[in-house]
């Protein structure tokens, strides 16, 4: 079935430096992916959609120029936390839509820690 | 705002007892709904969706369009049910974003 891949599924970083968290579609071309935030037993909230060759759209209360998402093809999506902080500290899940189906595949995670 | 409300956060039943998940939603145009399980140490997987009218692993899901449901059901539960179970809705715009409820922690005790 449709695959996503996540990258890395954990990351420890130190405050103020940037961390990359890759997303590809394995199988299928994703033109949307979709990224969220899922704190411990909490569900998920959307961060932001990410569109394929355009800019991504942002979730309210979420700054954009914190969480940079760049979708430069039909299979990559990232999203970048720059000059990270501990309550950035979470685990991030991307997700995208399966074409000709109803359904969403998501990704593994990735669980980032900024210390 | 579409808003998706599952109100209990843990279930325990027993092992052979039915289980049902319940899950509300609001949303002013016509929904497409989901069930999504995550098991331990697993990443979200689809279950069912109500588009399709399926049973998967003898789960199935009625969309209540009167009362804005859409429980999960299962007459007989067993141990490896036990997960977290996400319900979901689908926007109609072009990007279809899916909302989340809360989700509902399923153990089924042996």
């Known amino acids: 079935g449709a695959v996503v891949s996540q990258h890395p599924s954990r990351v420890i970083c130190k405050s103020g430096t940037s961390v990359k968290i890759e997303c590809r579609s394995l199988?299928?071309?994703?033109?949307?992916m979709f990224w969220y935030r899922q704190f411990p037993k909490q569900s998920l909230m959307l961060m932001a959609t990410?569109?394929?060759?355009?800019?991504?759209?942002?979730e309210q209360g979420v700054e954009k120029d914190k969480f940079l998402i760049n979708h430069a093809s039909l299979t990559l999506s990232t999203l970048t936390v720059t000059s990270a902080h501990p309550e950035d500290s979470s685990f991030y899940i991307c997700?995208?839509?399966?074409?000709?189906?109803?359904?969403?595949?998501f990704g593994s995670g990735t669980r980032l820690t900024v210390v | 705002a579409q808003r998706v409300t599952q109100p209990e956060k843990l279930l325990s039943v027993f092992k052979g007892a039915p289980v049902e998940l319940k899950c509300n939603y609001s949303y002013s145009g016509s929904p497409e709904l989901f069930w999504y399980v995550q098991y331990s140490r697993q990443r979200l997987q689809l279950l069912l969706r109500h588009i399709s009218r399926e049973s998967i692993k003898g789960f199935t899901a009625d969309l209540n369009k009167g009362e804005t449901s859409f429980h999960l059901k299962k007459p007989f539960a067993q141990e490896e049910d036990s997960a977290m179970y996400y319900c979901?809705?689908?926007?109609?715009?072009?990007?279809?974003?899916?909302?989340f409820g809360s989700g509902t922690q399923l153990t089924v005790l042996p």
């Open positions: 997700s995208a839509r399966v074409p000709q189906s109803y359904g969403y595949t």
């Open positions: 979901a809705l689908s926007s109609s715009g072009s990007a279809r974003q899916l909302t």
């Open positions: 990410s569109n394929e060759g355009s800019k991504a759209t942002y």
């Open positions: 199988d299928f071309q994703a033109t949307t």
